[in-house]
């Protein structure tokens, strides 16, 4: 005779459709980080089998600062870091508060903001590249027609504004792309509620204060988490904008890492990978908690 499972009780089998799901992580994620955490204790090439442990040296060399270009790196992706999360969070839900109604022409500007985010992180650095180009591009260019040539850049040839104006690439690829997350969280907010406050009295102002930031604020807080991931992993842009290896200008901590296994110094790699985790670990939380106060004083 069959046996009846109880009422609320799900069957024993429905336990084995997450299993390759967790196989999967367990290979490809679990396994990898705790064989970067041994190598990372040792001083392996990559190569020979040979190696010697070194402990934590690794590790307290870089937290100490003892790498200069390590610490070079993380102060450009900070840099990179703060720009492009302010300026594309605020650009990104400017844009969506504009084009919020359905209508045929803001579907149509949507789709022309929306068009750098399904290019390859390759073809805008090149786009860019010859944007920033200092002798035929076409910024410096227009300003010599307007007579306006004191205002040129150097643009990427600029080492204390070349991570400047990757960010502001980086921008322009994005913004589009998280209007529509934002669009999407501003499409939830019921009508209601801007009625009742218009009510009350309540400017364009007040009511973006007390009634779209407060039920807007968890969609921020993917937009900010998503971005800052982004802005850690913009390996792609980098090279493609500053060659490879980048310059010290341009150089962020996905690229110091690259450069650093291009060396064969695979231990010492391991070890910047696992600081690398543990910064981004650190600012999405500190950036949650910012946001959660922010919410609260909203």
Do not use: C
């Amino acid at each position: 005779m069959r046996k009846l499972t109880g009422p609320g009780r799900p069957h024993p089998a429905l336990y084995l459709f997450p299993l390759p799901a967790v196989v999967l992580y367990i290979v490809f994620f679990v396994i990898p980080t705790v064989q970067a955490v041994q190598y990372a204790m040792t001083d392996w090439d990559g190569f020979s089998p040979d190696y010697e442990v070194v402990g934590a040296d690794n590790l307290v060399k870089l937290a100490t600062g003892g790498d200069s270009l390590f610490t070079n790196a993380l102060t450009n992706n900070l840099k990179f870091l703060l720009v492009v999360v302010v300026l594309q969070t605020l650009l990104s839900l400017g844009l969506a508060l504009m084009l919020l109604r359905n209508t045929k022409v803001s579907v149509f500007v949507r789709s022309v903001y929306f068009l750098p985010a399904i290019l390859s992180s390759v073809s805008v650095a090149f786009i860019w590249r010859f944007v920033y180009d200092p002798n035929v591009g076409p910024i410096n260019q227009g300003l010599a027609a307007i007579g306006l040539e004191s205002l040129q850049s150097g643009f990427l040839g600029d080492p204390d504004q070349a991570i400047y104006w990757v960010a502001m690439t980086q921008v322009w690829a994005h913004a589009g792309q998280l209007m529509v997350i934002f669009i999407a969280g501003l499409q939830q907010i019921p009508e209601d509620l801007y009625e009742a406050a218009r009510l009350d009295g309540a400017g364009r102002w007040q009511q973006f204060r007390h009634v779209t930031w407060p039920l807007v604020a968890p969609t921020t807080a993917i937009v900010v988490a998503y971005t800052t991931i982004q802005s850690f992993k913009a390996f792609d842009l980098v090279l493609g904008l500053g060659g490879n290896p980048p310059r010290g200008s341009l150089d962020i901590l996905s690229t110091r890492i690259y450069t650093t296994f291009t060396n064969s110094e695979f231990g010492y790699a391991a070890a910047q990978s696992l600081l690398f985790m543990v910064i981004i670990l650190a600012v999405t939380v500190l950036q949650r908690r910012a946001l959660k106060l922010t919410q609260k004083g909203a």
